[in-house]
Structures are given as structure tokens and as C-alpha cells.
């Protein structure tokens, strides 16, 4: 039993790895992608570099190309009710800087 156990751990651990590594490679690509298509400036390419590698586009933009697991079945509602709800404050937080 406890072999199981210590062989279904190293197999889990294993895949969360092999996922995050994925995922981390996926939004690195996306990001050097989406630079390399932009037509910033000198200033606005620092600023669109920290946000696209932070990975603020897939919840701050209605036309990300989401990763992999944004259709899965647990993952789609949880990262469609998050970028509802990072779109509202994002919007709201915009309205406040234009008010000041």
C-alpha cells in the first residue's frame, strides 16, 4: 500500500510539474508573440513587457488567446467568472484615474 501511495505521489507531482512547465512555456511564447506584434515605443514596450509577461492580457483583454485548460470543464467557469470579475474592477479602476 504504501508503495502505491509513494508511486501515485511521484506521478502527480510529476504531472503537476510537466503542466506548469508547459503552462509557463505556453505564456512565455505568447508573450515574446504578442511583442513582437505590437508597435510600441520605447516607454510602451517596457510597460506592454511587464504586463504580457506577467500574463495580464488573458484576463485584462476580450481577445486573449487562452491556454489549454481554459476549456476544461472545472477550469472554463472558474477563469470565465475571473476575468469577469478582472474586467469589472479593471474598468472601474480605469473610471477612477479618469475621474482624478
Request: aromatic share 8%; proline share 3%; hydrophobic share 40%.
Amino acid at each position: 500500500m504504501k508503495k502505491f501511495v509513494l508511486k501515485a505521489a511521484v506521478i502527480a507531482i510529476a504531472g503537476y510539474l510537466g503542466v506548469v512547465g508547459y503552462i509557463h512555456q505556453y505564456d512565455k511564447g505568447q508573450s515574446e508573440k504578442l511583442l513582437a506584434e505590437g508597435n510600441y515605443s520605447a516607454e510602451q514596450q517596457k510597460v506592454a513587457k511587464i504586463l504580457l509577461d506577467n500574463g495580464c492580457q488573458y484576463c485584462h483583454s476580450p481577445n486573449a488567446d487562452l491556454p489549454f485548460y481554459a476549456n476544461l470543464p472545472l477550469a472554463d467557469s472558474i477563469l470565465s467568472r475571473d476575468i469577469d470579475v478582472k474586467n469589472t474592477n479593471f474598468c472601474q479602476t480605469i473610471q477612477i484615474i479618469v475621474a482624478l
